[in-house]
């Protein structure tokens, strides 16, 4: 879990499951507009998405390879 020292609290709620809404609510320390803590939170989160994918596809092509071994 990743953690900045910028923000006191962090959280969401889905309005409704029928809705494609979310609602955030950052509150930061001091003056600091919550814009920036929330743009940095999203590429963090989408460097970790890229890490997983990456992570999956390598793992995929291993199985594949090694069942091909397997079938010959």
């Known amino acids: 879990m990743l953690f900045s020292p910028d923000v006191e609290f962090c959280g969401y709620c889905i ?3 029928s809705e494609s ?3 955030f609510r950052i ?3 001091g003056s600091l507009p919550a ?3 929330f743009r940095k939170g999203l590429n963090d989160l989408m ?3 890229q890490h997983v994918l990456d ?3 390598k ?3 291993k ?3 090694q069942r091909e071994e397997e079938m010959q």
Do not use: L
Request: charged share 25%; with cysteine; glycine share 4%.
């Open 35 to 37: 814009v920036e803590p």
């Open 27 to 29: 509150q930061t320390r």
């Open 55 to 57: 992570t999956f596809e």
């Open 21 to 23: 809404k979310i609602n």
């Open 63 to 65: 199985y594949r390879a």
């Open 15 to 17: 309005t409704h499951p």
């Open 59 to 61: 793992s995929m092509r």
């Open 47 to 49: 460097g970790v998405c």
